[in-house]
Every structure is written in structure tokens, then in C-alpha cells.
């Protein structure tokens, strides 16, 4: 454990008074593991002149094969139309395919196609490797309070309707 958050009390004595300087260094550890995590990818994504929101549509497309467009909307959190202008080079580069829907002819499905697939495995492949790594060496109790910590920050309206969409998430 860093000496930046080793404990002086207790455990969760230290973790119900984390000082200023002690939260200023997790939010420090957080932009330094999220840009550790996305490096790879965003190197991947630079080739096809694609940014982080076309890996975030191919993730979640990808994890949910026939997502609707407004689906997708609503899990990403953008507007219509970066994600229209997001969804047009993907569909017209072949990675994802629109489908109409089968109930509902206005929807669109979405799916990747193989190379779609292909690309999307690639890109999640190096942020496995490093989130297995980082787990392994964390051990099962870090892991159980990094999720835990994770799920907090997510805004409370929006908690559930999240970890429902990641089913238990835990496998």
C-alpha cells in the first residue's frame, strides 16, 4: 500500500476520515489508471481515425447485440447527434450493421458485424490484460472494494438502472 493511504487508525477509521490531501491523491491515481487503461486502445483507434466514443459504442454494442439507437443514447450519456455522426462511420466503414427492428419497424438494431467484432475484441483484449494484472496483484478483497467503490461514485439515480444493465456483473 502506497504510504500516501497507509493507515495511522484503523481501517475504517482512516477510510470515514480521508484527509483533502489523501481524496486529492485517489483522484490523481484515477486520471493516471484511466489514461494507463485507455492508452492502448486509443493507439488502436488512432489507425482508423477513431476516438474513445466510437470504442464506447463498439464496447457496448458489442456487449448488448441489438441495442436500439436510443438505447445506446441513453447508456452513453451524449447527444443524438454525436452519436449519429459516431454510429455513420462505423456503419459506413462495415464494423456495425442497423437493423430494423423486428417489433417495432422506426427502431434500429444495432450489431457489429465481424470485422466490427474483430476490432472491438482487440481494443477490450489490452484493458482485460491490465485490469486481470491489476487484479491479480490487488487480490480478491482489493477487487471486491475497488467495485465497490466504483459503484458509489456512479450518481444514485442512476445506480440501479446500471448495475442492471451490467446484469450481476460480477462474473
Request: avoid cysteine; hydrophobic fraction near 35%.
Amino acid at each position: 500500500m502506497s504510504q500516501r493511504f497507509a493507515p495511522s487508525n484503523t481501517r475504517s477509521e482512516q477510510l470515514l476520515f480521508l484527509t483533502d490531501d489523501q481524496l486529492r491523491n485517489g483522484i490523481e491515481l484515477m486520471f493516471f489508471a484511466y489514461r494507463g487503461f485507455t492508452a492502448d486502445p486509443d493507439r488502436m483507434l488512432e489507425d482508423y481515425g477513431y476516438g474513445r466514443a466510437h470504442h464506447r459504442a463498439l464496447h457496448f454494442i458489442n456487449r448488448r447485440p441489438g441495442l436500439t439507437v436510443n438505447e445506446l443514447l441513453d447508456i452513453l450519456g451524449v447527444t443524438k447527434q454525436s452519436l449519429n455522426r459516431v454510429l455513420r462511420q462505423l456503419v459506413d466503414d462495415g464494423l456495425v450493421e442497423s437493423r430494423v427492428g423486428r417489433t417495432d419497424r422506426r427502431q434500429r438494431n444495432l450489431h457489429l458485424t465481424e470485422r466490427g467484432q474483430s476490432l472491438e475484441r482487440s481494443l477490450s483484449e489490452a484493458q482485460r490484460g491490465r485490469m486481470r494484472q491489476a487484479y491479480m496483484r490487488a487480490g480478491p478483497e482489493a477487487v471486491a472494494g475497488f467495485r465497490t467503490v466504483l459503484e458509489e461514485m456512479i450518481d444514485p439515480e442512476m445506480r440501479p438502472r446500471v448495475l442492471s444493465l451490467m446484469g450481476d456483473g460480477r462474473e
